[in-house]
């Protein structure tokens, strides 16, 4: 594996065959394309990022004591960033997690413009999301057992001014949710490696996927259609799922339950927390709901695109389970989904919280 200029790893087989993915030309397209931050005075600037760096900690420690996850690891600071440096350190984070999984090319010319093209792409996928990120666990960064943990400082402070809701509670609501992340992983021993596990799975069946499917894309694409027409109120399905085999579809159906779980755990627990943390956490929550929703027309469209709304969905489906789990059997019966990979919720057990319970509490 060699370096790139900037020291982003740029993958090579053992022949010196490149990666699908040339994360060097990523990183400089996202960095490029990426939008400043909102103007503001430096002053300004420098004090939420003295406050970003002061809160995460405090954060962590509520999230502990809720949770019950965590005692007596050590408190680690969170990486306060720029816009550029969230794009930067989603490469390398990136690039680690499908270094070994994603198929690799003969090494010559022309499949070294393929990994330029898909960095190109890539790094205008990271340009879009790296102005509305507002923080991030990363856990297979440079550190591999710490991993890292990331705040985007401008856009903590753009959506900040644009809800009008205190800077203190909500920097203080983002690490809650962001903490939550860290301890997901810190705190289960086997998390990480699973989760890297199915992630190999699933791109090792796309490498080895019959192109024939490909072919089939308009007939599939119908076909989603007219399941979504038929199936009230279930979940859209994704072209990743039109293409991938039977055997790739559990696995895909594995990340996605996971995914909902993660996210859904840390929605719940930075509003669980509570007003005597968080004092206007309620007028965020609803805030902050209403702009998931909103966006004009191009926005909305590049997000349904790029799997964004889905997201959405994912948290508040994710809640909803964690709630239900939590107001059952509290919160020490809900961390038996942390006990081993056979304790996760199923995605069909995701929005039938009470069948998880029949199976890991009979």
């Known amino acids: ?135 991030q666990y990363d856990p297979f960064g440079p550190s591999a057992a710490e991993g890292r943990l990331l705040l985007v400082a401008p856009n903590v402070l753009s959506v900040q001014q644009a809800l009008d809701v205190p800077a203190a509670d909500f920097r203080m609501w983002v690490c809650l949710h962001e903490c939550t992340h860290r301890l997901q992983f810190t705190a289960v021993p086997w998390l990480r490696d699973y989760f890297a596990e199915q992630v190999g799975k699933l791109l090792t069946g796309f490498g080895d996927a019959d192109d024939s499917r490909l072919g089939r894309l308009p007939e599939l694409l119908k076909q989603a259609r007219q399941s979504r027409q038929t199936r009230a109120g279930a979940d859209p399905i994704g072209i990743a799922e039109l293409l991938t085999s039977p055997e790739q579809r559990a696995v895909l159906d594995r990340l996605i339950a996971l995914s909902t779980l993660l996210e859904g755990h840390a929605d719940h627990v930075m509003d669980a927390v509570g007003p005597q943390v968080v004092p206007s956490v309620a007028a965020i929550r609803r805030k902050f ?74």
């Open 289 to 362: 709901t209403e702009r998931r929703r909103g966006g004009g027309v191009l926005d909305r469209a590049l997000r349904v695109l790029l799997g964004v709304d889905a997201k959405v969905r994912q948290y508040a489906q994710g809640s909803a389970y964690t709630k239900h789990i939590v107001d059952a059997v509290g919160m020490s019966g809900f961390n038996l989904v942390w006990e081993s990979p056979e304790s996760l919720p199923t995605r069909a057990e995701i929005t039938d919280p009470d069948a998880w319970l029949r199976r890991v509490r009979p």
């Open 1 to 135: 594996m060699e370096r790139a200029r900037n020291g982003l790893r740029v993958n090579r087989t053992a022949a010196g065959g490149p990666g699908a993915i040339d994360w060097s030309v990523a990183a400089a397209t996202g960095r490029k394309l990426v939008r400043g931050g909102p103007p503001v005075p430096r002053a300004r600037a420098e004090q939420t990022v003295r406050a970003l760096h002061e809160v995460n900690g405090t954060a962590e420690l509520h999230v502990r004591e809720l949770t019950g996850l965590g005692h007596g690891l050590p408190l680690r600071d969170a990486e306060v960033v720029d816009r550029q440096g969230w794009i930067q350190a989603a490469t390398e984070g990136l690039s680690a997690l499908t270094d070994d999984a994603v198929p690799r090319r003969v090494d010559n010319r022309l499949s070294a413009l393929f990994a330029g093209s898909a960095g190109v792409q890539t790094g205008m996928l990271l340009a879009f999301l790296g102005s509305r990120v507002l923080g």
